[in-house]
């Protein structure tokens, strides 16, 4: 049974760094079969995809287009988790994160339980 | 990039009665050479993350109850709970996989009449 499970902080000053990780169980980070995203839940946005990275011999990452230049994903097969980070954070950041599987790199089939990120001075 | 919008926005429907809710993508999701359509449905109680409940658009995922079923092809997509339950209350969502960006719909809203 595949489980993520999310941590970083809840809270994060304006201009800052968002950084959030997703701790992988029954299922590899470096998988060949999946693919490992970020979506993000806001009142305003509501669900919003923010990228994707995927191992095929290479790591390959994929950035939703109005995020590009602010965030990058980073992969650690040696603890088996991939990570967010979000660069130079505005309030309208402050929403509730998730990392996801998406199986064969299509539709997203296990969910970690999601973080409330809030940024506030 | 493609818009995905849902109808209607709130729904409410009677305890057993069969509740719809349509998805309509801005292009066609529908990858002709493996004629698939790449389209998934989610369904969210508050405090969960989203579940899948139906992927390639008709597909159901392993452990959902078959009151819950999905239809269409191309633009056009149809999600139905054939009898409502009342721990069916919660937010539905479509999302379209073909091509990135991932979008989702604005989700529709399922409350019992």
């Known amino acids: 049974q595949v489980q993520l499970r999310q941590s970083g902080p809840g809270l994060v000053r304006p201009s800052q760094t968002l950084s959030l990780t997703c701790a992988i169980s029954?299922?590899?980070?470096?998988?060949?079969?999946?693919?490992w995203n970020w979506v993000r839940q806001s009142p305003s946005r509501g669900l919003e995809w923010l990228g994707r990275?995927?191992?095929?011999?290479?790591?390959?990452?994929d950035y939703a287009g109005s995020l590009r230049g602010r965030i990058t994903f980073y992969p650690d097969t040696s603890k088996n988790q991939f990570s967010l980070q979000l660069n130079s954070v505005t309030p309208e950041d402050t929403a509730l994160y998730f990392c996801?599987?998406?199986?064969?790199?299509?539709?997203?089939?296990?969910w970690g339980q999601g973080t409330l990120v809030t940024v506030s001075s | 990039d493609i818009v995905v919008t849902q109808s209607p926005d709130s729904l409410a429907v009677s305890l057993g009665e069969r509740a719809t809710i349509t998805c309509k993508s801005s292009q066609s999701v529908l990858y002709k050479s493996d004629n698939r359509n790449y389209l998934a449905w989610y369904q969210q109680k508050p405090g969960q993350p989203p579940r899948l409940l139906i992927y390639w658009a008709s597909i159901r995922e392993s452990g959902v109850p078959d009151r819950f079923s999905g239809s269409g092809s191309g633009t056009d997509f149809t999600f139905t709970i054939s009898s409502l339950q009342a721990e069916d209350v919660a937010v539905y969502y479509c999302q379209q996989y073909y091509i990135t960006p991932y979008i989702f719909g604005q989700g529709t809203r399922l409350e019992i009449k």
């Open positions: 029954g299922d590899s980070v470096s998988s060949n079969s999946v693919v």
């Open positions: 990275t995927y191992y095929r011999s290479k790591w390959f990452y």
């Open positions: 996801t599987r998406a199986d064969g790199g299509w539709y997203m089939d296990y």
